[in-house]
C-alpha cells in the first residue's frame, strides 16, 4: 500500500522554524522527485521546493528562497523541509507528492501556521 505521511506541522510564532516531513513507503522511494505544496485558505495549491530522486538538483519558489531547505534520506524513505524566519504568509497546509515517471502520490498535509 502506498503511503505518503507528512508529519511536523503545528502553530510557531513569527520568525519561528519548524521542520516538515514526509515518510514515504510501498514503492521504490529513491526513484522518485518529491515536491512540497502548500494551500493557504481560500488560494490555489502553490509548489514550494522541489527535490530530485538522488537529491542531487534542489528548486524553490521565490517567497521561500533563502528561508527553507529540502532534502532527502533515500536510506529512510523521507524527504524534509526545514522551514526558518517563518511569516504568517506561510500559513498553510503543506503536501508532499511524490512524482515518477508515470505515477505519483500525494500525502494527506500537516497545517503549518504562523501567528502570534
Known amino acids: 500500500q502506498v503511503q505518503l505521511v507528512e508529519s511536523g506541522g503545528g502553530l510557531v510564532q513569527p520568525g519561528g522554524s519548524l521542520r516538515l ?8 522511494f529513491s526513484s522518485y522527485a518529491i515536491v512540497w505544496y502548500r494551500q493557504a485558505p481560500g488560494k490555489e495549491r502553490e509548489l514550494v521546493a522541489t527535490i530530485n530522486s538522488f ?3 534542489r528548486t524553490y519558489v521565490d517567497s521561500v528562497t533563502g528561508r527553507f531547505t529540502i532534502s532527502r534520506d533515500n536510506a529512510k524513505s523521507t524527504v524534509y523541509l526545514q522551514m526558518i524566519s517563518l511569516i504568517p504568509e506561510d500559513t498553510a497546509v503543506y503536501y508532499c507528492k511524490a512524482v515518477g515517471s508515470s505515477r505519483s502520490f500525494w500525502g494527506q498535509g500537516t497545517q503549518v501556521t504562523v501567528s502570534s
Open 55 to 57: 537529491g542531487g538538483t
Open 21 to 28: 516531513s514526509c515518510a514515504a513507503s510501498g514503492f521504490t
